[in-house]
């Protein structure tokens, strides 16, 4: 099946800083990336959608000057959590959806966040 | 996207067939069922989807009923690895929106035993 990579696997920053995470599609192009949060015995959220070349769209109560998405390249989606504080520690994963059949969607293996 | 109601918990002995419910009784006829697992601290990985008719891969069967409002996940076999949530999605199809969004609900935790 298609893979999706994420890097870091891990990250640990103090609060204040600036993190950014890499989502990439390594077989196949995705002309739609999505992230998702998901903090501890709960369900993944949504945060947001991104098409390629285009602004991001946010879900309800995600902040997009926090969480600066950007999808230069169908193969590449960044997200970059700013002044970073405690409660933004989770677990962050990327998801792809492939441009040629626009049905499959495969996810990255997460990021773990931990802002001290 | 229609919303799914799946039990919070299952437990199933290694070998035996795991049967996981779902029900979605707010499903529209442009919309699809897919099932994703996710073992403990890893992301999300793709089961099986199907529209009507049942479907079967090398990982699972689903089992779609007459009127689509409810679905049964089938794992044949299950093993220690397949420990997991699983989460039952409606999600539109390609051409309606880009098919949607997966929206994540609260999943079934399965729990194989020996």
């Known amino acids: 099946g298609a893979v999706v990579s994420q890097h870091p696997s891990w990250v640990i920053c103090k609060s204040g800083t600036s993190v950014k995470i890499e989502c990439r599609s390594l077989d196949f192009q995705a002309t739609t990336m999505f992230w998702y949060r998901q903090f501890p015995k709960q369900s993944l959220m949504l945060m947001a959608t991104?098409?390629?070349?285009?602004?991001?769209?946010?879900e309800q109560g995600v902040e997009k000057d926090k969480f600066l998405i950007n999808h230069a390249s169908l193969t590449l989606s960044t997200l970059t959590v700013t002044s970073a504080h405690p409660e933004d520690s989770s677990f962050y994963i990327c998801s792809a959806r492939d441009g040629r059949t626009q049905n499959e969607q495969y996810f990255g293996p997460g990021t773990r966040l931990t802002v001290t | 996207d229609a919303k799914t109601t799946q039990p919070p918990s299952m437990d199933c002995a290694e070998g035996r067939a795991a049967n996981l419910p779902c029900n979605h009784s707010?499903?529209?006829?442009?919309?699809?069922v897919y099932w994703y697992r996710q073992i403990h601290s890893q992301g999300p990985q793709y089961i099986i989807h199907g529209l009507k008719n049942n479907e079967t891969n090398e990982m699972a069967s689903l089992i779609i009923t007459e009127d689509r409002k409810s679905s049964t996940l089938i794992l044949p076999h299950a093993t220690l690895r397949d420990t997991a949530v699983y989460y039952c999605i409606v999600r539109a199809r390609p051409g309606y929106n880009q098919g949607g969004k997966l929206i994540f609900g609260q999943g079934t935790e399965l729990s194989v035993k020996p």
């Open positions: 991104s098409n390629e070349g285009s602004k991001a769209t946010y």
């Open positions: 707010t499903i529209s006829g442009n919309e699809y």
